[in-house]
């Protein structure tokens, strides 16, 4: 995640992406990491607003899965899940019987535009 620590999308967000951290810390292949984009040189060009969530695949460069939040804050861990076991096969493969349950409050997947 790309972050403005002055944010309160993502002040509102973080909560749930650090519950979504420690859910797959046991998960080799994949780190849930936080970059403060004010205090790091990174190409803003691609981060239009924060928080910004990009995965990066394994074996592939240059080929991260954007997503943005565009309307409001993500509050939910279960969207970040979903999010991961559509898009990640180790989180795919570390939770094969997870049931994600596909209502959630306040908030819907419908925030994540993906964009390559």
Do not use: C
């Amino acid at each position: 995640m790309f972050y403005d620590p002055a944010d309160h999308a993502t002040e509102e967000t973080l909560p749930a992406w650090k519950e979504l951290a420690e859910h797959v810390s046991h998960v080799p292949d994949l780190v849930i990491a936080q970059i403060d984009h004010t205090k790091n040189d990174i190409d803003r060009e691609n981060i239009e607003h924060v928080p910004t969530f990009k995965l990066f695949p394994k074996g592939k460069q240059n080929a991260a899965l954007h997503h943005e939040l565009e309307e409001a804050p993500h509050k939910h861990v279960n969207a970040f899940k979903r999010w991961l076991k559509s898009n990640s096969v180790a989180y795919a493969e570390a939770f094969p019987d997870e049931e994600i349950p596909a209502e959630i409050s306040d908030s819907d997947d419908t925030m994540f535009n993906e964009e390559l």
